[in-house]
């Protein structure tokens, strides 16, 4: 490679000289500059998306204290009876009591649900109900997608 180069004339080694140092600078910013930069602007909007989140996440949680009035939430249910009727009374008039297949009460203040083929809109509007109204809090959930658009199976664990 040094042979050929010596080999070049004056001005064909300048020139060589010339488009190696343009290769060497593009290079560089292929390898450095150009991924720096595109990292940079990806964390960017990953910060400007996250700080809209939470500016939502605030309003949200203002609009949530409002609606409860300043209030903590309502007195929880006490008695395992109380949680059962309270479970069943709210699963019916919310149309998921057809879907709702076994309840297990379990521990001192904790009951276990089960839906098949359950409307997850409603579902999860059920479970807001009950933790806004009736003091029942969401202590673990698993949720697995059925055929059907919409529907899902959940077993869901709920405590007082």
Do not use: C
Not at 18 to 45: D, G, H, M, R
């Amino acid at each position: 490679m040094k042979e050929w180069f010596l080999a070049l004339s004056q001005r064909e080694r300048h020139m060589v000289q010339i488009a190696a140092a343009v290769v060497t600078v593009f290079l560089l910013y292929l390898i450095i500059i150009e991924p720096i930069s595109s990292q940079y602007t990806k964390n960017k909007k990953n910060v400007t998306s996250a700080t809209e989140t939470l500016a939502w996440m605030h309003s949200a949680a203002l609009e949530v204290k409002q609606l409860q009035g300043g209030q903590p939430l309502s007195k929880r249910p006490q008695g395992k009876q109380f949680v059962l009727s309270t479970i069943d009374r709210s699963a019916r008039s919310s149309g998921l009591a057809s879907v709702m297949k076994r309840v297990q009460p379990e521990g001192e203040s904790g009951v276990r649900v089960w839906f098949e083929s359950a409307s997850f809109d409603e579902l999860i509007k059920w479970l807001a109900l009950i933790e806004a109204k009736h003091g029942l809090l969401v202590n673990e959930i698993n949720i697995e997608q059925t055929e059907a658009v919409g529907l899902v199976n959940v077993r869901v664990f709920l405590e007082s």
